[in-house]
């Protein structure tokens, strides 16, 4: 239930090319539209880690590790391990190698594959005990 002293929020356009008899709500057409630019892919926002494919496989692989129970960073407390979550992102990685068969470089290749092995055989491991 509102009442007259409750105020509402007002939408200001800032994306420029306003026109003055349009409401600032109303989004540009399509012809005033500005094209959206992509930040390189070679470059991060902040963290100046360059992302790749193979630096994004290798975060995927740690997490994957981090939920198997290994301690990367000493200097943080150990995760509880949760396997069907590990196994969750080696399925992904294991998606990703099927669908992107032929459109990576050796390196890249070389970074999931190995990946994917190392992963595996410490799942293979865990749930052998």
Not at 16 to 42: I, L, M
Not at 78 to 94: E, F, G, T
């Amino acid at each position: 239930m509102a009442t007259e002293s409750e105020e509402g929020f007002v939408v200001r356009d800032r994306r420029g090319g306003s026109a003055p008899d349009r409401p600032a709500s109303t989004p540009p057409a399509a012809s005033e539209a500005q094209p959206h630019q992509h930040a390189p892919s070679d470059s991060s926002q902040g963290s100046g880690i360059p992302v790749s494919f193979s630096s994004f496989v290798i975060s995927l692989g740690s997490s994957s590790m981090m939920l198997m129970g290994e301690q990367l960073d000493p200097q943080q407390p150990p995760m509880p391990p949760n396997l069907p979550q590990a196994k969750d992102i080696i399925d992904l990685l294991s998606v990703l190698e099927q669908k992107t068969t032929g459109n990576l470089t050796t390196e890249e290749q070389a970074v999931l594959r190995d990946m994917l092995y190392a992963l595996r055989m410490k799942y293979v491991s865990l749930t052998a005990k």
